[in-house]
């Protein structure tokens, strides 16, 4: 049974800086692409930052030279170092692989991680 578990979110002041972990069991991420997503209040999700297998990152053009993606694939663990950050980062942050896994025609989702950007 494949399971996401984000963690690291809360509430920051504008300009400030969390790292967001995921961790990944019933996957082995080390082969795949996988990204942090996220779902701002009443919009749809939407891809933040994505990381290859072998380590090529990109990065939605909001986030670019504010977040950086890593992983750890000997600990099938994903991280999102955000800095600078701005009242519109404010979303549930969720992390997949590049593109989602599918399971039975169904998206796999973790229960995402609540950051909230105040001024």
């Known amino acids: 049974q494949v399971r996401l578990v984000e963690s690291g979110g809360g509430l920051v002041q504008t300009g400030g800086s969390l790292r967001l972990s995921c961790a990944a069991s019933?996957?082995?991420?080390?082969?795949?692409?996988v990204a942090w997503y996220r779902q701002p209040p009443g919009r749809q999700r939407e891809l933040v930052a994505a990381?290859?297998?072998?380590?090529?990152?990109r990065y939605a053009d909001s986030v670019k030279g504010r977040f950086t993606i890593s992983r750890e694939n000997t600990k099938n663990m994903v991280y999102l170092q955000m800095n600078s950050l701005k009242l519109e980062d404010t979303a549930v942050y969720y992390c997949?692989?590049?593109?989602?896994?599918?399971?039975?025609?169904?998206?796999?989702w973790g229960q995402g991680t609540l950051v909230t950007v105040s001024s």
């Open positions: 019933g996957r082995d991420f080390r082969r795949n692409a």
């Open positions: 997949n692989e590049d593109p989602p896994i599918v399971v039975a025609y169904l998206e796999i």
């Open positions: 990381i290859s297998s072998d380590g090529r990152s």
